[in-house]
């Protein structure tokens, strides 16, 4: 699911996110704490909303548009902001859904799937009655044809290609010749994945506690380049470029030997003033377009944009 565009504010937290486009390769860089992991946070929030019935909501709001089965679509949704209650006899009060809108976009026409606010609920234009005000439309109404591939679009964040994640890691780690994931039941009714893998001199398997960081993170395509380790860093960037051809993949790092062997064409530096976030193309920066000798990565770094990263 290519993610066009997306703008997100966090109103408990202060935080705004200022609309951004995304490409299918896209590296976000700047100083610690600009917000760069807080976005994929925000992104990875918005997926858990449409797919989940139980997302604890909170003054969010975001406009998100999307791509899925050569449709496109756009989403926007605002959450109520609850202030704590510190009354040891008030009920806690919950956050409610304030407005929802679902819009599939055909070239210059757009049609409404979904709109919703505290007094109306409309399907395919349609009045139904109002479901529950703290629980997207998008997974409340997935069995509805219109919906149905949008819900689809949020659950698919993963490939679902094991086997070829798996000879990926192993070509990477070439100690390793085996992996699995079990499944199991903790108590209170809560399953938990775990990872293990299995190396070529022994027969024990070795459980995900016990791998290094850069290994589990991978795997699990949940990566912090800055944690990995130097030697698995060509491979590791091979196989994000290689997958770009037909998936999307926005992703942070410090890592001079990753940043260098991605494009600057995919760089997005991201700054912060207070609580509000931009992201700026790298294309759209100057001094990053001359034909000096300089490393370019160097030039990043010295840009008074990445130095003054926070004001």
């Not at 001094?287 to 300089?294: A, K, N, R, S």
């Amino acid at each position: 699911m290519p993610i066009t565009r997306f703008k997100f504010t966090d109103k408990k937290e202060n935080w705004h996110l200022e609309e951004t486009f995304f490409d299918n390769l896209n590296l976000l860089l700047g100083i610690s704490g600009v917000g760069k992991t807080k976005i994929l946070k925000a992104l990875e929030f918005v997926c858990q909303v449409a797919t989940e019935s139980k997302c604890k909501l909170n003054g969010e709001a975001w406009e998100i548009g999307f791509k899925y089965a050569g449709q496109e679509y756009q989403w926007k949704f605002e959450s109520s902001l609850v202030k704590p209650n510190f009354s040891h006899f008030a009920q806690p009060k919950q956050s409610s859904i304030l407005f929802e809108e679902v819009v599939k976009k055909e070239g210059d026409k757009s049609t409404t799937l979904l709109k919703r606010n505290d007094s109306s609920f409309l399907l395919n234009n349609e009045e139904i009655p109002a479901l529950r005000q703290n629980e997207s439309a998008i997974n409340l109404l997935s069995q509805i044809e219109t919906i149905r591939p949008i819900h689809q679009a949020f659950k698919q964040q993963y490939p679902d290609e094991f086997d070829k994640i798996k000879q990926e890691f192993t070509s990477i780690f070439t100690t390793v010749e085996d992996i699995k994931v079990n499944l199991t039941k903790e108590a209170g009714g809560i399953y938990e994945f775990s990872v293990n893998l299995k190396e070529k001199t022994s027969e024990k398997w070795i459980s995900q506690w016990q791998m290094s960081a850069g290994m589990f993170r991978t795997f699990a395509h949940l990566i912090e380049i800055t944690m990995a380790p130097e030697d698995c860093m060509p491979g590791l960037t091979d196989f994000i470029l290689n997958k770009t051809s037909h998936l999307q993949v926005i992703l942070t790092s410090h890592h001079p030997y990753l940043i260098r062997h991605i494009h600057e064409k995919r760089w997005k530096l991201v700054k912060r003033k207070g609580g509000q976030v931009s992201v700026i193309n790298a294309l759209d920066i100057p001094q990053l377009q001359t034909d000096e000798g300089v490393d370019k990565f160097i030039r990043l770094t010295s840009l008074p944009e990445y130095e003054g990263g926070i004001s």
